[in-house]
């Protein structure tokens, strides 16, 4: 009886209300004094179940796909930002996010895991939660190396984003941050021509508020990342990191 309810306590039961309801009014008070006498309403709401919910994900990542992981210590983004290169000196960000590495990548979160391959974002925050995956703005050598198994098998990268179930889902990679012209070394009329002025190889869709809140939440990620799956492993194969077996 005693480990049913130590299971209990720590299942991941998804989000509540108050979570939204905390990084709302942290939108609103982002200042030192104010977050010191919420500390305990954010390890309550936000930092209990999204530990949580990694755990439970790195269950599911055994799966569906064995070679990603997903650990409390190192899989959720840190609540402080970084204000030293900012105009904006606000303390805290106004969401809560984590990411799921390859195993044999680094274990780094936030900007370290530029070098650390591809894999799969969740994103907490009110009004604008979304799940993602891919790379984002790779460090040079991972984004040369991920260029050059483009240019070499520009049909078999872009058969990964044009299931039917993945359009559907995802439409089409992000354009952010991509060049005007095609990166030095590749001529115009090159077969990857579509695919080689990308900076970053992301895709992502929306979650609204209702879908966040709950134990479904948890469902609705396996479902995507699995349609997403044969992308980021794609990229991950260009960077020598398998897939699971």
């Given at each position: 009886?005693?480990?049913?309810?130590?299971?209990?306590?720590?299942?991941?039961?998804?989000?509540?209300?108050?979570?939204?309801?905390?990084?709302?009014?942290?939108?609103?008070?982002?200042?030192?004094?104010?977050?010191?006498?919420?500390?305990?309403?954010?390890?309550?709401?936000?930092?209990?179940?999204?530990?949580?919910?990694?755990?439970?994900?790195?269950?599911?990542?055994?799966?569906?796909a064995p070679e990603f992981r997903g650990d409390p210590k190192r899989s959720i983004f840190r609540i402080h930002?970084?204000?030293?290169?900012?105009?904006?000196?606000?303390?805290?960000?106004?969401?809560?996010?984590?990411?799921?590495?390859?195993?044999?990548?680094?274990?780094?979160?936030?900007?370290?895991?530029?070098?650390?391959?591809?894999?799969?974002?969740?994103?907490?925050?009110?009004?604008?939660?979304?799940?993602?995956?891919?790379?984002?703005?790779?460090?040079?050598?991972?984004?040369?190396?991920?260029?050059?198994?483009?240019?070499?098998?520009?049909?078999?990268?872009?058969?990964?984003?044009?299931?039917?179930?993945?359009?559907?889902?995802?439409?089409?990679?992000?354009?952010?941050?991509?060049?005007?012209?095609l990166p030095r070394g590749y001529a115009p009329g090159h077969p990857a021509e579509r695919w080689l002025r990308y900076q970053s190889f992301t895709v992502g869709t929306a979650i609204d508020d209702a879908?966040?809140?709950?134990?479904?939440?948890?469902?609705?990620?396996?479902?995507?990342?699995?349609?997403?799956?044969?992308?980021?492993?794609?990229?991950?194969?260009?960077?020598?990191?398998?897939?699971?077996?």
């Amino acid at each position: 009886m005693s480990d049913e309810k130590e299971h209990m306590t720590t299942a991941f039961n998804g989000f509540s209300r108050g979570a939204l309801t905390f990084l709302r009014q942290l939108r609103r008070n982002n200042r030192r004094d104010w977050f010191q006498a919420h500390r305990d309403t954010c390890e309550e709401e936000i930092l209990v179940p999204m530990r949580l919910l990694v755990e439970e994900m790195d269950v599911r990542f055994g799966r569906f796909a064995p070679e990603f992981r997903g650990d409390p210590k190192r899989s959720i983004f840190r609540i402080h930002r970084d204000v030293r290169f900012s105009k904006d000196k606000s303390p805290y960000k106004t969401h809560a996010a984590c990411w799921f590495s390859h195993r044999n990548a680094s274990h780094g979160v936030g900007s370290e895991t530029h070098g650390g391959g591809a894999g799969f974002y969740f994103h907490l925050e009110p009004g604008a939660s979304f799940l993602g995956g891919g790379i984002w703005m790779p460090p040079r050598p991972s984004l040369h190396r991920i260029r050059e198994s483009i240019a070499a098998r520009p049909a078999e990268f872009a058969r990964t984003l044009q299931t039917p179930a993945f359009k559907r889902k995802f439409g089409a990679l992000s354009e952010e941050s991509m060049l005007s012209r095609l990166p030095r070394g590749y001529a115009p009329g090159h077969p990857a021509e579509r695919w080689l002025r990308y900076q970053s190889f992301t895709v992502g869709t929306a979650i609204d508020d209702a879908a966040v809140l709950g134990r479904r939440v948890a469902d609705r990620l396996q479902r995507d990342y699995t349609t997403m799956l044969p992308f980021v492993r794609w990229l991950n194969s260009s960077l020598g990191y398998p897939p699971g077996r």
